[in-house]
């Protein structure tokens, strides 16, 4: 089936430096792909989203970029701070309302 | 903002309880859509509502149900709790197709079943 990946479960990172997440997707159909934040014991909270017509969208101290030649998503966020420590979904949907949704990756930030 | 309620934060039941777990949004969203979240496993959805009265399968649906007599409220059933239940519960909801298909959450029902 399609599915969501994520190539790193962890990522670690020093207060004020940039972070990346990466993201691959598996269908080529899907036209809308959203970023999610989940704080320990909290519900995922949205973060950015990006059309298929788009491969860059800017938010508050969050880009997110599409590649769609090799199926690719990327949440960078700037000067990252310790309450930036969270899991991160990526979720794509090539259907109408249904979200496929990646495992996550846990962002560790430290001072 | 959004808001999407859930009924309770901690839920312990033993096996074989009929468990009712609730979900409310304030933003007039078409969809609704129940998923369970497990380590390793991400979210899966359980069922979905277009509207009202309506509901759909979704990719795990077998020991659930749900109900949607209202708009905005969007309950799951375990009709008989079983351990292999015990997980976090996450609903959300989003707006028609037409407009961005965000789906925003609540905070989740950690249910335990014993």
């Known amino acids: 089936g399609e599915s969501v990946g994520l190539h790193l479960p962890t990522l670690s990172v020093q207060e004020g430096d940039n972070s990346i997440i990466n993201c691959a997707y598996s269908?080529?159909?899907?036209?809308?792909f959203i970023w999610y934040k989940q704080e320990s014991g909290k519900g995922p909270q949205f973060i950015i989203d990006?059309?298929?017509?788009?491969d860059k969208r800017q938010g508050q101290r969050v880009t997110v970029l599409l590649n769609k030649t090799v199926k690719h998503l990327s949440l960078q966020i700037a000067a990252t701070q310790p309450g930036d420590s969270a899991v991160y979904f990526c979720?794509?949907?090539?259907?109408?309302?249904?979200?496929?949704f990646g495992t996550g990756t846990r962002l560790q930030v430290f001072p | 903002d959004v808001k999407v309620t859930q009924s309770s934060r901690y839920l312990v039941k033993r096996t074989g309880e009929k468990v009712f777990l609730e979900c409310v949004q304030d933003?007039?969203?078409?969809?609704m859509f129940w998923y369970r979240q497990d380590p390793g496993l991400g979210l899966r959805l359980i069922y979905f509502?277009?509207?009202?009265?309506?509901?759909e399968k979704g990719d795990i649906p077998e020991g659930y149900s749900v109900s949607r007599e209202k708009k905005e409220r969007f309950s799951l059933i375990l009709e008989s709790a079983s351990t292999n239940q015990t997980s976090m519960y996450l609903c959300?909801?989003?707006?028609?197709?037409?407009?961005?298909?965000?789906?925003?959450f609540g905070p989740g029902t950690r249910l335990l079943v014993l």
């Open positions: 979720a794509e949907t090539p259907w109408t309302d249904k979200l496929i």
């Open positions: 933003m007039d969203h078409e969809n």
């Open positions: 509502s277009y509207d009202v009265k309506m509901k």
């Open positions: 269908n080529s159909a899907s036209d809308y």
């Open positions: 959300a909801s989003s707006p028609p197709t037409s407009g961005k298909k965000t789906q925003y």
């Open positions: 990006i059309r298929s017509n788009m």
